[in-house]
């Protein structure tokens, strides 16, 4: 990679607004309550904080159905909030990166009702409006939130494009005028100092001509997403996008991918610098998905983990930059789903999963609560859960018999994103320090034990051992620059790989067994000393033979 960049030094900490921290008691996050926490943050030792969307909404989808780009939503404050947010977060150090959602926007936002509102409005064609075929869709697309991808508009007989939700209706990016309307606003937002952005399915911003029908899945629906996700003009619209914002400003940006592959991302986060600086891909996110899409109880093997991040730690190499991330909005704690969550070993899985990631080469992002280990929610009922993704999957999955009520409970109480978006915790009060009020969504009763306040007065937590990580990555550039090799590919208990630069070796070995495991050193190294940088177990020496015991992860540097 040619010129070294700031956001590949950095570390990413994702904030959910709604979940952080409550300041006015009403039972929702708030941006006051994000400031209130900056501080925690610096401590961590992150640089760059991505907030999810904080902008109005009839949150439909929490926050991702937009109805006023340049407005804050109101349970979260005001734009004073905002700014002094801003403001405090640069006087520590800290970067700002917003949530960029422009793929569709709410159908309450002003430009979709005037779009509704007949066939000659001057904003018709901001959105995707066709013609039903024989009384029925235009074509047979299922929404990724269930049901038809299409609405029927009885007012003017046509039907609108949703990829999502009914209430997200997909902008028509053909339209030149929606591209400068999404350009100016991006502009205003950085020139208010915002440092980057994360852009939402960016990916499907390019859908097909015609809009043919897709191949029909297990609902029934056809798959839209050969025809959306990287679709004919997508890199186009990103190099415009890229000319006309980005260049002028500073920024970290990284694109949400979905269906993204290596040969893809290359065009996105080419080392160019024409698009983006980064992608989100999901290969390693969706192997233990299934023709039920992601709804059971399957558990990643960890041979195809190491393929799958390996593919990408060498495809991108000095063409691109890989994002590193287990956790995020979207999707279970990862140390629920690939770690271990029982109090015997919570801890030690927590430290090595973030091991194993941090060590990798890329930019790592850090998902709110992850430094302390939380875990997936102990659902009770399918009343408790808030997406709607979750809300619409039990329904349809139970409707259609697809799985009995039992199982659909089961496999969407496991994969849920509700599981994300369980409060913070805090400390062991009162709704975990939240807030003083009744929460939106249910706090895990696990609270008492897992939280800030007692993990920040415990030097061995979790909590502390980021803070070492992340320090390390700002005194050693091979963790940032060096050059990625798999070992032990056929391995089912043990990920361990090497960062060579220069004369330098950092060999990152990962126990992802319950049980122990034998590692042998690699024979190049056998005459070598070397340092350990980092234990979960608090390892001392580095021999020849190691006996790891459950979970076990360890980094050994070799100059």
């Given at each position: ?173 053909e339209n030149d005028a929606v591209r400068k309307w999404v350009y100016d606003m991006m502009t205003w937002w950085c020139d208010k100092g915002i440092d980057g952005f994360r852009m ?360």
């Open positions: 990679m040619a010129e070294k960049k700031w956001w590949q030094k950095s570390v990413v900490y994702q904030i959910y607004p709604r979940s952080f921290c409550d300041s006015n008691g009403d039972g929702i996050g708030d941006l006051n309550g994000i400031s209130s926490k900056l501080e925690y943050l610096k401590e961590l030792g992150i640089d760059v904080i991505w907030l999810s969307p904080i902008y109005q909404s009839p949150n439909d989808d929490m926050g991702y159905d937009i109805s006023d780009y340049r407005a804050v939503m109101k349970e979260f404050g005001t734009m004073e909030d905002y700014d002094r947010m801003l403001a405090k977060a640069h006087s520590l150090g800290l970067k700002i990166m917003m949530d960029l959602v422009v793929n569709h926007t709410s159908d309450e936002h002003p430009l979709f009702v005037e779009s509704r509102s007949s066939k000659d409005n001057p904003h018709r064609d901001f959105y995707i409006w066709r013609d039903g075929k024989d009384g029925k869709a235009p074509n047979n697309w299922g929404s990724s939130f269930g049901g038809s991808a299409w609405e029927y508009d009885e007012a003017t007989d046509q039907y609108y494009l949703h990829l999502f939700s009914k209430k997200q209706p997909d902008l028509n990016w939402d399915v960016i990916s499907l911003i390019s859908k097909v001509p015609g809009l043919p029908d897709g191949e029909v899945g297990k609902n029934g629906y056809g798959i839209f997403s050969p025809y959306c996700a990287n679709g004919p003009r997508v890199h186009e619209y990103l190099q415009e996008m890229n000319r006309e914002v980005l260049s002028k400003y500073d920024l970290i940006t990284v694109g949400e991918c979905s269906g993204v592959t290596v040969e893809e991302a290359k065009k996105y986060a080419s080392s160019s610098g024409e698009e983006l600086n980064m992608v989100f891909q999901f290969e390693h996110m969706d192997l233990d998905g299934g023709e039920s899409f992601k709804w059971n109880h399957d558990k990643i093997r960890l041979t195809k983990l190491k393929e799958v991040m390996s593919k990408w730690q060498t495809g991108l190499e000095g063409k691109a930059w890989n994002s590193l991330y287990w956790c995020n909005h979207d999707q279970p704690r990862m140390l629920s789903r690939m770690g271990n969550d029982s109090p015997k070993y919570r801890e030690a899985s927590a430290k090595m999963l973030a091991t194993c990631l941090h060590m990798l080469k890329g930019t790592p992002y850090v998902y709110q609560g992850e430094e302390l280990g939380m875990t997936n929610y102990p659902f009770t009922s399918p009343n408790e859960f808030r997406d709607i993704e979750s809300i619409n999957a039990y329904r349809e999955l139970t409707e259609k018999e697809i799985f009995s009520r039992k199982d659909a409970f089961d496999y969407i109480s496991y994969k849920s994103r509700d599981n994300a978006r369980t409060p913070m915790q805090w400390d062991d009060g009162p709704q975990a320090g939240f807030t003083t009020g009744s929460p939106w969504i249910a706090v895990n009763p696990n609270y008492t034990q897992i939280n800030a306040k007692e993990q920040i007065a415990r030097k061995d937590s979790v909590f502390h051992y980021y803070r070492k990580l992340i320090a390390l990555r700002r005194q050693y550039d091979i963790i940032v620059y060096g050059d990625y090799g798999l070992l032990l590919p056929d391995s089912e208990e043990i990920y361990a790989y090497l960062r060579t630069r220069e004369e330098q070796a950092l060999l990152v070995v990962c126990s992802f067994s319950e049980q122990e495991t034998v590692y042998e050193i690699p024979g190049r190294f056998a005459e070598k000393s070397g340092t350990v940088l980092l234990s979960n177990y608090g390892r001392k020496e580095i021999s020849a033979i190691l006996t790891l015991k459950p979970y076990e992860c360890a980094v050994f540097l070799y100059e």
